[in-house]
């Protein structure tokens, strides 16, 4: 079992930044990445980081969001810069692990509004 809590959401002026924290716990945690859903909206992906660090961002959000994680920490971010109101959603951590398939885990979701 994987859990994920996220942590950092707010409400951001637009141009603004912040920087979301998720903190897992389990064992074999491959792949992580941040997802966001708008109202109406389909769940999409944010941004996606490897065991190996190898990163891929949407489109939409390429120069502004930068993903990390601390392993030793069991710890995944997202800082977000020039946050635009389109960035509104729920953002949530997703973990990948290993098992004798790949079981995929989700955080509750924290909520991001950039709002003038």
């Known amino acids: 079992q994987v859990q994920l809590v996220e942590s950092g959401g707010g409400l951001v002026q637009p141009g603004g930044s912040l920087r979301l924290s998720c903190a897992a716990s389990?064992?074999?945690?491959?792949?992580m990445g941040w997802y966001r859903q708008a109202p109406g909206k389909e769940r999409e992906l944010v941004a996606e980081i490897s065991s190996g660090d190898s990163t891929n961002y949407a489109d939409s959000v390429k120069g502004r969001f930068t993903i990390s994680r601390d392993n030793a920490k069991n710890m995944l971010y997202l800082q977000m810069n020039n946050l635009k109101p389109e960035d509104t959603a729920v953002y949530y951590c997703n973990a990948d692990q290993m098992r004798l398939t790949i079981v995929s885990y989700w955080g509750r979701g924290t909520q991001v509004t950039v709002s003038s």
């Open positions: 389990g064992e074999r945690i491959v792949a």
